[in-house]
């Protein structure tokens, strides 16, 4: 092995997210091909005429086969034209564009709040293990990942919203708002998809240090008679990046796809709002895009951990 | 000899207290599912116990033939993924080269797209009836069922005594049926129950999201939509399917937990 | 003379969890006391289950994995660390007493130069880094390791097993302790590695000065550094005295036994003269890796006779028995058992073939399907090959269990109720049941304490004298050849460099690895280490 190789295993990583995503737009295209009528019929309706479903099958390029109208949406997809809307006509990129911004703005700002806050409490139940910290963190979590995002949603909004009116209950958001005002907008999805992620990343964290803590090498940092804060600084977290570093991106992830309820649940125009209301609708061609971003998400967020994880790997950076 | 602890017992109480009221729904709610039999959103009484949902419907008797509805299609959901994934997740493992790495590489596949998402894209050119539904969520789900019953079929396929059958002679059935099937069953029982609630949280979000169980028909996340816009006017009916929901799950993950902790203590040996 | 460290009335207890019953308290050690002076080495010897390292780690008032010590002092220069405090503990650990693994490779934190961490607690105890960057060279040039200028700048993986043992010493001399306690340094590594890492750790002990308590299993090895030895047994002590006296004079049975167990000298059966395994010149490697791990093998087995294959980590014996099998198929070359051709593959054997060779294992823990019942494992060759059922295997279950000398009460447990050496005999009983005409026996004794493994050895023995079923016994240990052999084979990477009757294998003139094989297995009697480190000192002058 040489130092090339550690450069080579992250961009054949790179490559391999590369064809997962190619992979994953098939599958999305070809999971909207299975059903028995199609989208003429969906549009139109069971008492649509012949010749009108022939008409549209035509206008929507139907009538051409599925391996054509795959390679030109995905040629399309690829100059970042994503095709027009069913329902209304309009250019989806332009209409996905802020929305997805939104999106990203409402999930960035959980991120930024519940990833600390998970590691720190992860660290905190593990330096308490057993103990009454500890045993509260792990309960309070285990109830917030039983519990559905939207059933998290509505009892926000019900405590804080109606009984103490602390924050609005539709997050309604537009340009020109300052960000002060745009953070009150968000407050209440944002701290429901804090909880919402928090437990899982919290108890991702604990469990990802525990099972480094019980390594032989923490011993010998304890037969030494390091300090305990020496011990995990030095001993412990170096070897826990990895782990720690695929919760969060995990996490992430599953922050991206959880947005797409909590959107529906305060009326925030995001991705999953659109997404939601255009399955709904039936309208085809913005399911496939919405389905396409957040799978791109999805793969990206999982390819980080995966070449964060090689990065950190003594035995790849310091080959023989 | 095994004692049960008090967390497990709790847990199988509530459970057993579920499902027993899904099977008795006819018998034991009050009045029918789609019976309109007072006004918009009544507080709770002697005759309405949880009082009455967006229409004036019985909200206890909708509760209870809601959970009827989300636990069937969740059973079965889960009974779909299990069959499937257990059988692939085995056979994988099992006759390993070409068979496991084709099975693997579409997992990996279909798992790099958020199973919601995925979900969601094939419901929208699907006709939303039971047991399409059912069949989406137990084959997507199935894609980590495989994952874990082909790690743990590894894990007990190197084990020596599978060798040891292997060379007297005995056929992939015993191996699969007799050697590996029952050192596997503790970790698979487990995971039943945390695909359980899995399923149970699922249906109840596309039924909230209006993409789920249609009307007349409802089910828990069904409620919550009906009654959603009570919030705002602080009618709480719209958050008692959150408290059914969330007692169900930690119920179930309780259970699966214990079943959990044995195998391990089972697996530590000298003692 | 002054006691340096001095142990009185010890106990330690631990909180057990056995499967599906409540936790209870058990206790490790109960009562223990010893008296060590500045400047000498007492080996704690015992088997499994004897407390041996939990003592160890007393001496730096640590318990492992849920252990406490529940009563008695550890005076160090007579204050007691029992009652130092964690800021006095940390005074102590890591620069008064040090500590060195069993495996250096796990206890090493893989993500940091040796160097940082050979020098952690000189640097803490206030000494410059120039000072005792110098300390550790100084340190790694005694402990002849390669390189010792530069040695210090590489990763934890990648420097040998071997060497890292000796950077785990040189990391707990570092710091100039009082006494440092040695958990089984040698006994993960292959005994060609460990005799060179044994002399260099009592060389580091002698020219330091330093106190130590030297833990270990194998009484040859610790005669060679101890000074004086203790003999342990479940968390008592047997016996303690001077090395000499522990092991030409025991006063206890339990010490005796440990004395003599290894050597035990089977005497030969006379060559056969028809061949029951003929392996030809086979070789083979595993798929996806491009070299050959069996070149060329040639041997054969007589019937009802014993065929030691010898041979340290890597030399293929293991794989050989998978060549034999039919698990990995020879890419070159024929197995011939009783005068016919076996098919290469596993699944190309009839089930006679399949029958009359069986297989046992190392770990006979995970040679057993935990959910089964004894009766079941062993009954189901009988129904397999046999089509017994019913009484009839019942009756015949029973008859095995005698065999292997344990009761019919054993039929109806699980392998979770048995110990090590019942485990193993159940194996044993599984591979007879099946009435084969050879069985591979792969390091069967080598997961087992001394004496249990002796009464495993024997048990194989009586067997083979009424069944008349040949062994091809794999295994890394001379003193098990010697017991069980009446054919050797030496093997080292891949290839056969020497194999005959017992009594010519083991005879003189030797091949350079067999001489360095045989020379390296320890010999219980105290001066051997340095007789053969001169004298290896010699022959390398000499050319």
Known sequence: MNAGSLLGLVAQRIALGLVLLLAASALIFAGTQILPGDVAQSILGQSATPQALANLRAELGLDQPALTRYFSWLAGALQGDLGNALSNGQDIATSMSHRLGNTLFLAGTAAIIAVPLALILGLVSVRYQGRWPDKVISGVTLATVSVPEFMLGYIAMFLLAVQFQVFPSVSTIYDGMSLGEQLQAIALPALVMVLVVLGHMMRMTRAAILNVMQSAYIETAELKGLRRFTIISRHALPNAIAPIVNVVMLNLAYLVVGVVVVEVVFVYPGMGQYLVDHVSKRDVPVVQACGLVFAAVYIGMNMIADIVALLANPRLRHPK | ????????????????????????????????????????????SPTHWLGTDSIGRDLLSRMIWGGRVTIFVAVCATLIAFLTGVVLGFLAAVAGGWVDQALSRLVDLMMSIPALIFALVILSVMPTTLPILIMVMGLIEST???????????????????????????????IITREILPNALSPLVAEAG??????VLFISTLSFLGLGVQPPLADWGGIVKENKDGIVYGIPAALLPAVAIATLAISVNLVADWILNRTSSLKGGRG | MTDLLEIRNLKIGATSYPPGEPPREVTLVHGLSLTLAKGRVMGLIGESGAGKSTIGLAAMAYGRGGAQIT???????????????????????????TYVAQSAAAAFNPSRRLMHQVIETTLAAGVPLAEAEARAVALFRKLGLPNPETIGRRYPHQVSGGQLQRVMTAMALCPGPELVVFDEPTTALDVTTQIDVLAAIKEAIRDTGVAALYITHDLAVVAQVADEIMVLRNGRMVECGETSQIIHSPREAYTSDLVSVRQKDHPAKPPGTTALLSIRGVTARYPGVPVDVLKGITLDLAPGQTLAVVGESGSGKSTLARAITGLLPPSQGEIFFDGRALPPKLAGRSPDDLRELQMIYQMADTAMNPRQTVGTIIGRPLQFYFGLRGAEKRKRILELLEEIELGAGFADRYPAELSGGQKQRVCIARALAAKPRLILCDEVTSALDPLVADGILKLLLDLQREEGVAYLFITHDLATVRAIADQIAVMYRGKVVRSGPKAEVLAPPFDDYTDLLLSSAPEMRQGWLEEVIAHRKMAAGGN
């Open chain 2, 1 to 44: 000899m095994t004692r049960i602890p008090i967390s497990a017992l709790l847990g199988l109480l509530f459970t057993a207290a579920f499902f027993l009221a899904a099977i008795l729904a006819p018998w034991l709610s009050p009045y029918g599912m789609a019976e309109v039999v007072g006004d918009v959103w009544e507080p709770m």
């Open chain 2, 144 to 174: 980590r069922v495989f994952r874990l019953s082909r790690a743990v079929a590894i894990d007990i396929e190197v084990m020596d005594y599978v060798e040891a059958a292997r060379l007297r002679g005995e056929g992939n059935l015993w």
């Open chain 2, 194 to 199: 945390l695909r359980f609630i899995f399923m």
């Open chain 3, 71 to 97: 009563g008695g002092e550890v005076l160090l220069n007579g204050i007691d660390i029992l009652q130092s405090g964690p800021a006095g503990l940390r005074a102590l650990r890591g620069k008064r007493v």
